[in-house]
């Protein structure tokens, strides 16, 4: 069935140009920024009641991966999207830069760990992405080496799907400009200077390179078993929209019901 974020998934096996999709956009919903967080409130009360019962239910295992630029808002989403879930069942991974330890590894071995149990879902901000994206980017290994990480991902999304996991990629789009704004305000807003790290600027200069990187990336890896969908998010409100309804979206395919129990202890007493 055709949904109204179909917009936005990365098509397999054909390519990508980030430069079609408006990071502004915020049309393919009906409503303004009041209605559309109202929809938000609305899908997040439903994800709690989807979350708990694939908690209780131990069947399904969901698996969301974000990534973006620095700055796109990856936190913000995390925070808005998944508000009001219970933290039990619901895990945040975050992967900085590998440490020597990791490195010692091939580039999955740090994120199977992180893949999520029966009835969990997961959330990784960022991941084995990086290895196709700023080891690509910075030349952290070579083409060869980074090239054919793209059948590997490809291997390990599907095994993943095969053995029961439901998976949802979400690249936040926003502009260089919006970029820019963000960044300005973490050195002058001091509650957030704490976001503030001096690498992110000489990264922007790399703006260009990790956008065709981008491209690449999902172009190769957007399978069925596996989307990929580019959000507009230089506007939060339209972001956190669109990642709800297609995360809920997901969830609700999967026929989620909250166990009945044993009928057998109907007009039980207590005593
Ligand atoms: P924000 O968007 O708020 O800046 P962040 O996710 O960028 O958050 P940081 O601590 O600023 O968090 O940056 C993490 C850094 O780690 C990024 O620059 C990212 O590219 C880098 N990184 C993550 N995985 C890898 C990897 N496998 N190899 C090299 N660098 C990596
Ligand atoms: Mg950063």
């Not at 409503?31 to 409130?41: F, V």
């Not at 999207?81 to 999955?108: I, M, S, W, Y």
């Not at 995360?247 to 019901?257: C, K, Q, T, V, Y």
Request: charged fraction near 35%; include cysteine.
């Amino acid at each position: 069935m055709a949904t109204k974020f179909d917009r936005y998934r990365v098509p397999p096996g054909k390519g990508l140009r980030l430069s079609d999709i408006a990071p502004d956009e915020t049309k393919a919903f009906d409503g303004d920024k009041d209605q559309a967080r109202a929809r938000t409130q609305t899908l997040n009360a439903r994800l709690e009641e989807l979350q708990e019962a694939l908690y209780a239910e131990g069947r399904h295992r969901v698996l969301v991966v974000l990534q973006a630029m620095d700055a796109g808002g990856k936190d913000g989403t995390i925070r808005s999207v998944f508000e009001g879930v219970n933290p039990q069942g619901v895990k945040v991974a975050c992967f900085k830069q590998p440490t020597r330890h990791e490195l010692a590894h091939d580039f999955l071995w740090r994120v199977h760990p992180h893949t999520p149990g029966a009835g969990e879902i997961a959330i990784w901000n960022r991941s084995h992405y990086e290895d196709v994206l700023v080891a690509r980017v910075r030349d952290l290994v070579p083409e060869t080496r980074w090239r054919r990480r793209y059948e590997h991902i490809v291997a390990f999304e599907k095994m993943l799907a095969d053995e029961g996991t439901t998976i949802r990629k979400v690249f936040l789009h926003i502009s260089k400009d919006e970029q820019r704004k963000r960044l300005q305000e973490r050195i002058d807003d001091p509650k957030k200077r704490w976001k503030w790290h001096p690498a992110d600027l000489d990264e922007r200069r790399w703006w260009d390179d990790y956008q065709r990187a981008y491209e690449e990336a999902m172009a190769a890896t957007s399978t069925e078993h596996a989307p990929w969908y580019v959000v507009p998010a230089d506007r939060n409100w339209y972001r956190d929209l669109v990642v709800s309804e297609l995360l809920l979206d997901a969830l609700e395919g999967l026929g989620i019901r909250l166990p009945e129990g044993d009928p057998g202890i109907a007009g039980l007493r207590v005593t």
